[in-house]
């Protein structure tokens, strides 16, 4: 695991986008595809803009794997994440062979159906982020962390909901739903590389816990501490609180 430290969020952005690029460019040199696996959230806003004006990337050579999604909202709504990435990835970039998840559908057979197709081939990078509460995807503490099922219908805590309120998503606790589909921990892990943005004071008690505390499902993005190619990108808000020792400026 690697860490980087950025100036503020359209900095880390960048950082994060042009790493990025560069990692989809060789991926379509050598192998003319690229499995991709990608995060929504406002945390992912100045990276999913500078990547998808990144020069040279073929994006109808990329197929792209939804990592999480609200059971019972509908596309249509503010906060859904297939909406997120229709506007914020896949209308901007030509992506054509992306699986969102359905969390307004019939639920165990979205889960097999866009789990299967996970599953078919390795996935060569994904992107996520870290909860306020340390989750990785929707995996709230304590995660799962054995389970090898590539997606779990999981239960949202109070702090992962609160959090969507906080940032604008939904106007009261009550409006946020309760469970999620999640890529499962251990399918993250199965990621060739992994990219982590996390942006923000409001990260930095889960940051500390997740990279400078034990390895535990109490902080589910500490598992990837043990990912050999796991990236970190922190600005100075969410490394506020982490020792110095653990940070390489960018």
């Known amino acids: ?21 560069e990692a989809l460019r060789q991926l379509l040199q050598q192998q003319g595809i690229a499995r991709l696996i990608v995060a929504t959230g406002a945390s992912q ?12 990337i073929a994006w109808n050579q990329v197929e ?4 999480d999604e609200y059971v019972g909202l509908p596309a249509s709504h503010p906060a859904s994440f297939r909406k997120y990435l229709k506007e914020r990835l896949i209308r901007k970039t030509g992506i054509s062979k992306f699986h969102l998840l359905d969390g307004d559908g019939d639920i165990p057979n979205v889960i097999e159906r866009v789990g299967y197709e996970l599953n ?44 969507q309120v906080n940032e604008g998503w939904f ?3 009550a409006e946020v739903p309760g469970q999620a589909i999640s890529m499962s921990i251990r399918q993250i892990l199965k990621s060739k590389e992994i990219l982590a943005i996390v942006g923000g004071e409001r990260k930095a008690r889960a940051v500390q816990a997740c990279l400078e505390g034990k390895v535990s499902p109490s902080a589910p993005a500490s598992i990837l501490q043990t990912h050999a190619h796991t990236t970190i990108y922190l600005d100075h808000g969410s490394a506020s609180l982490l020792s110095s020792p653990l940070i390489r400026p960018s």
Do not use: W
């Open 171 to 173: 106007a009261s606790l």
């Open 1 to 21: 695991m690697k860490v980087r430290l950025l100036a503020d969020a359209t900095s880390l952005g960048a950082a994060a986008a042009k790493h990025a690029a």
């Open 120 to 163: 078919s081939a390795a996935v060569d990078l994904a992107f996520v982020g870290i909860g306020e509460n340390g989750h990785l995807a929707f995996n709230d503490p304590p995660a799962d962390f054995e389970t090898e099922s590539p997606y779990l219908l999981v239960d949202l805590d109070q702090l992962c909901r609160q959090q």
């Open 64 to 67: 792209m794997f939804h990592l």
């Open 45 to 56: 806003f100045e990276f999913l803009e500078a990547l998808t004006g990144a020069p040279g």
